[in-house]
């Protein structure tokens, strides 16, 4: 299938987005800035629909990121923050997506979308808005329904991936 333009998400990708099944899985990210430095992180995430997400990054040290419907948590070892889900930056944009809505990504995105025979899909999306392009260039996810990657890449050519893998 070639890539064509995306106005509404695929149905292999809302299928994943949109299931009401708790999931969870391992994932690594990987911070690769323009000088050529690498950082790496791992550890393991957990999706209840309606109830709450944990992004627990294990190595190389141990922080939290948790959030129910209405707040969020953020720890490490040094501190523990606590916050309204409102406050966190950008969420009035995308809190929708939760109920099923992602409309707000198509607003703020042009997105390419291909889907290979093999189910493995391939999303290209860069901003339509001057100051979303200021500060990121081009979004990136590939994969099928039990695996992902995402890739941000920024104008100074600093990309950020992350790698998800569900449990079996």
């Known amino acids: ?23 969870s899985g391992s994932f690594v990210q990987t911070k690769r800035l323009a000088s050529g430095e690498t950082f790496v992180s791992e550890g393991r995430w957990r999706m209840r629909p309606g109830v709450d997400f944990e992004w627990r990054v294990t190595e190389p040290f141990d922080s939290v990121f948790w959030a129910d419907e209405t707040r969020y ?6 501190e523990k923050v606590e916050r309204p889900l409102a406050d ?19 607003k703020a995105f042009d997105a390419l ?22 500060f990121l260039s ?16 920024f104008p100074d050519s600093t990309t950020f991936e992350v790698k998800l893998l569900e449990n079996p």
């Open 88 to 106: 966190l930056a950008g969420y009035e944009h995308f809190k929708g997506a939760g109920d099923g809505d992602f409309s707000a990504f198509f």
């Open 1 to 23: 299938m070639a890539a064509a333009f995306a106005t509404e998400v695929p149905p292999l990708v809302r299928e994943r987005l949109a299931s009401t099944n708790e999931t």
């Open 73 to 78: 948590i953020y720890s490490n070892e040094d």
């Open 138 to 153: 081009r979004v990136e996810a590939d994969g099928v329904t039990t695996g992902w990657v995402f890739r941000a890449t």
């Open 113 to 134: 979308y291909k889907e290979d025979a093999d189910g493995t899909f391939h999303v290209l999306a860069k901003p339509r808005d001057e100051r979303l392009a200021r």
